[in-house]
């Protein structure tokens, strides 16, 4: 069965400095993946995605993230930090297995310090 | 403006009353789904409809039910059923491609439910 985890609940970072969240996935089959962010009290948004074509994937807002199939991570990168960027963040695995239908991490509360 | 829009932004209801969420979108979109988010957990499935009039249950259907009489529309009822109803609900939609793809999902903004 597909799943996904992401390895920090929280991520703390200055402003100005790298931001790393880490995703790491399981799925029996080729795999779609995704990082939607959310700011508080709102819907989601799309980051990026990846669908089996280029493995370094660019999204909005100078994010981007790198697929690995040998290590099954999909970790979100971005060089400097905005403070617009405080939000929480998901990583979302999809595979035929489920026809699809994608299944979504438990989240990483990134946070920037002025 | 094409989006999904979600209302009330804030729900309360008293324990035992049966409520209903509305969710609309004029995306032209086959599929739509219903999530809810709790703290630390992450958006878990509740309901999901590629198509009118039928849909399927996700991952936490028990005490909830939907409908979708049209395309636009799939208003979400949380029942007295529901042990612990509080929380944030997310509706979204997509293209379905026939079950063979993964399609962006758009996120309504959400309706706080809060059972007191």
């Known amino acids: 069965a597909q799943s996904v985890t992401q390895l920090d609940s929280h991520v703390s970072v200055s402003e100005g400095t790298p931001v790393l969240l880490r995703c790491n996935y399981s799925?029996?089959?080729?795999?779609?993946l995704f990082w939607y962010v959310q700011h508080p009290n709102k819907g989601l948004q799309l980051l990026l995605k990846?669908?089996?074509?280029?493995?370094l994937v660019k999204g909005i807002n100078g994010f981007e993230a790198e697929f690995k199939k040998s290590e099954t991570s999909f970790h979100l990168t971005k060089p400097s930090a905005h403070m617009s960027d405080a939000a929480e963040y998901f990583c979302v695995v999809s595979d035929r297995r489920r026809s699809y239908i994608p299944t979504f991490g438990r989240g990483t509360s990134l946070i920037v310090h002025p | 403006d094409g989006g999904i829009t979600q209302s009330p932004k804030y729900l309360f209801r008293k324990e035992g009353q049966n409520v209903t969420l509305s969710c609309e979108q004029n995306l032209n979109h086959d599929a739509m789904y219903w999530y809810r988010q709790d703290p630390g957990q992450g958006l878990r499935l509740i309901y999901y409809?590629?198509?009118?009039?039928?849909?399927q249950k996700g991952d936490i259907a028990e005490g909830y039910s939907v409908s979708r009489e049209k395309k636009e529309s799939f208003p979400l009822t949380v029942t007295s059923a529901q042990k612990n109803p509080t929380a944030f609900y997310l509706c979204?939609?997509?293209?379905?491609?026939?079950?063979?793809?993964?399609?962006?999902?758009?996120f309504g903004p959400g309706t706080r439910l809060t059972v007191l």
């Open positions: 799925s029996s089959y080729s795999p779609s």
């Open positions: 409809s590629q198509i009118v009039n039928d849909f």
């Open positions: 979204a939609s997509s293209i379905f491609s026939g079950g063979d793809s993964y399609n962006e999902q758009f």
């Open positions: 990846y669908t089996s074509a280029a493995t």
